[in-house]
Every structure is written in structure tokens, then in C-alpha cells.
T-cell receptor, first 115, second 112 residues
């Protein structure tokens, strides 16, 4: 297992377009998290899945954002009608039930630039 | 909610020691984490404290005082590769499933 994978690594899109990111967690991890990070800031929590159930969404996640984890494995994060303020690094992380207590493993992120 | 404060930037010389402080205010506390993040890369886990005291891991040590809402990360024998952002993160009492609140990070610059 090569860790948490995110695709694409970079995405440039025009304002108003829709984008979708994919995250493949470590295979035995049942917990998956999405965070957003802007330059000079720490990651901000967006949403969390346990298996296929989305258990919490931050108020940062407006109606334009949706996340899914249909079979409890990979997850997608979609942003509709992108705005320049959506430009950020989108980080995915995963953990097992046991490892959650000790933190989790991040992917390398998808850097989104909205022009 | 949670407030997490850490210095924006610190500079130190190769071979020296640097201490990064983190203060937090939280409605409940269930653990404090330190992550290292190199530019353009994912954060990587460094340390975890839930009880008061010092945890040592090689060149890195982390200290926690719950009563003071205070932690520090100590980096010894600094190497050039330690130049990175160091993130302090807190888990609240109701966040047993893992949600973390991160500080803005401290950029450590190691000079020759």
C-alpha cells in the first residue's frame, strides 16, 4: 500500500466550472477526512466519513460542495460553480479506528487554482 | 470553538535547538498533535500528547500542560531538512473520531 492517493495533483479551472477530486485512502482505513488549506494557514476541516456514511460537514462546506464515499473505499469531492475563493490545497486523510486516536495519514493533496 | 496560536516564523542555525510554542483554548481537550509540512507536500505526523509531560522521539520532543493550555515542540540538532512548517493541532473532547483543529503553522527556517 502506497499511502493516501489524491488525483489530480493540480487543477486549474475557470470560474464557474465544476471540478471533482478523488481520494483513495489506505485500504484498511475506514475513516476518511477532507480538509482545505490556503497559503500560510493550517488545514481546515471540511467533512468526515466513516465507511460510506458522511458523519459531519463543516459550515465551510457550502451548498456548492459535495462529497461522497459510495462504497466506503475511495471518496470524491465536487465543487460546483467554482469561485476564486475556492483556490486552495484540498487534502484528504484516512485512519483506522485504532489509529484515529493517534492522528491520521494525509495524502499529498490537490491544488486547485480558479482563474 | 477552539483557538490555537503559534508563532508565524522562527529562524535557527544548523545544529542548534528550536522550541515552537503552541497555546490553545478549547471547550474540551482530547489530545494535541504536531505535524511537519514541507512546502507543497502533505503534513506528516510527528507527535501526540494527551497527558501532561514530555514525549521524546529522537531529535524531536513534545511537551504538554493541559492546565495552561500550552504545548511546545522541541527540535534538537537542527538539520537543513528540518526547514518546514510545523502545525499544532488539537482534538476536542467530543471529537473522539478524529477531527482536528489546526493552528496556522510555524515556518522554521534552518540556516547554514
Amino acid at each position: 500500500d502506497t499511502g493516501v492517493s489524491q488525483d489530480p495533483r493540480h487543477k486549474i479551472t475557470k470560474r464557474g466550472q465544476n471540478v471533482t477530486f478523488r481520494c483513495d485512502p489506505i485500504s484498511e482505513h475506514n475513516r476518511l477526512y477532507w480538509y482545505r488549506q490556503t497559503l500560510g494557514q493550517g488545514p481546515e476541516f471540511l467533512t468526515y466519513f466513516q465507511n460510506e456514511a458522511q458523519l459531519e460537514k463543516s459550515r465551510l462546506l457550502s451548498d456548492r460542495f459535495s462529497a461522497e464515499r459510495p462504497k466506503g473505499s475511495f471518496s470524491t469531492l465536487e465543487i460546483q460553480r467554482t469561485e476564486q475563493g475556492d483556490s486552495a490545497m484540498y487534502l484528504c486523510a484516512s485512519s483506522s479506528l485504532r489509529e484515529t486516536y493517534y492522528g491520521y495519514t494525509f495524502g499529498s493533496g490537490t491544488r486547485l487554482t480558479v482563474v | 470553538g477552539q483557538n490555537i496560536d503559534q508563532p508565524t516564523e522562527m529562524t535557527a542555525t544548523e545544529g542548534a535547538i528550536v522550541q515552537i510554542n503552541c497555546t490553545y483554548q478549547t471547550s474540551g481537550f482530547n489530545g494535541l498533535f504536531w505535524y511537519q509540512q514541507h512546502a507543497g507536500e502533505a503534513p506528516t505526523f510527528l507527535s501526540y500528547n494527551v497527558l501532561d509531560g514530555l514525549e521524546e522521539k529522537g531529535r524531536f520532543s513534545s511537551f504538554l500542560s493541559r492546565s495552561k493550555g500550552y504545548s511546545y515542540l522541541l527540535l534538537k540538532e537542527l538539520q537543513m531538512k528540518d526547514s518546514a512548517s510545523y502545525l499544532c493541532a488539537v482534538r476536542g473532547l467530543t471529537d473522539s473520531w478524529g477531527k482536528l483543529q489546526f493552528g496556522a503553522g510555524t515556518q522554521v527556517v534552518v540556516t547554514p
